[in-house]
């Protein structure tokens, strides 16, 4: 079946720092891939996405590139803010195998400290 | 404001007891999705509609039950509570089913005492 492994946090990152999250990936078929955050109290929001090989998902300032030869979905970005700090969930979709739900990932807690 | 609404925001019940969780779709969405998230199970898929019927089914135990309602709104009933049933329930939805982003809901918290 479909599973999504996610680096384990909790991740701890003064501003300003460089972030990654690593995300890697397990389907039968051609997922869509996907990182969602989820803030204190919220549901979840759609970050990014990417839908082929090669694809770049971008917003806000991160990015994730869907590497098909290593199946992964690495989250970045360059520069973290305060306002950054969620839980991030990288997600796959692959609906020629499984239908159109969503498997998640474990989940990476991120605080950035001032 | 994902345009999914979820009723109630919190619940506190005993075990053994029975509740419904409501969900409200975007509006002309005609999927809807429940998860559920734990702290350990994480966060999984339970089972989706679309447009009245059931099309899939995950991790969604027979003690638990959904439909969605000629007016596309949807419930989820959580039946003999157990402990291990306390968990944030989420609801999505999307216009279609396939690769249509998915919208969600704010989630029920649900407590088992």
């Known amino acids: 079946g479909n599973s999504v492994t996610q680096m384990e946090g909790p991740v701890t990152l003064s501003e300003e720092a460089f972030l990654t999250i690593n995300c890697t990936y397990t389907a039968t078929g051609y997922p869509s891939l996907f990182w969602y955050v989820q803030y204190p109290g919220e549901g979840l929001q759609l970050l990014l996405k990417?839908?082929?090989?090669?694809d770049k998902g971008s917003n806000k300032g991160f990015e994730a590139t869907y590497r098909k030869e290593t199946t992964s979905f690495h989250l970045e970005k360059g520069s973290v803010q305060v306002s950054d700090s969620a839980v991030y969930f990288c997600?796959?979709?692959?609906?020629?195998?499984?239908?159109?739900?969503?498997?998640f990932g474990e989940g990476t807690q991120l605080t950035v400290n001032p | 404001d994902s345009g999914v609404t979820q009723t109630p925001k919190h619940l506190i019940t005993a075990t053994g007891q029975r509740v419904t969780l409501r969900c409200s779709p975007r509006s002309g969405d005609l999927s809807v999705y429940w998860y559920q998230q734990s702290l350990d199970q994480g966060l999984q898929f339970l089972i989706h509609?679309?447009?009245?019927?059931?099309?899939a089914k995950g991790n969604i135990l027979e003690r638990f039950s959904a439909q969605q309602f000629p007016d596309l709104h949807s419930e989820l009933n959580l039946s003999s509570l157990e402990l291990g049933d306390s968990a944030l329930y989420f609801c999505?939805?999307?216009?279609?089913?396939?690769?249509?982003?998915?919208?969600f809901g704010p989630g029920t918290r649900l407590t088992v005492t």
């Open positions: 990417a839908t082929k090989a090669d």
């Open positions: 509609y679309y447009n009245g019927e059931e099309r």
């Open positions: 997600a796959l979709s692959d609906p020629e195998t499984s239908g159109s739900r969503l498997t």
């Open positions: 999505a939805s999307s216009a279609r089913g396939g690769r249509s982003r998915q919208y």
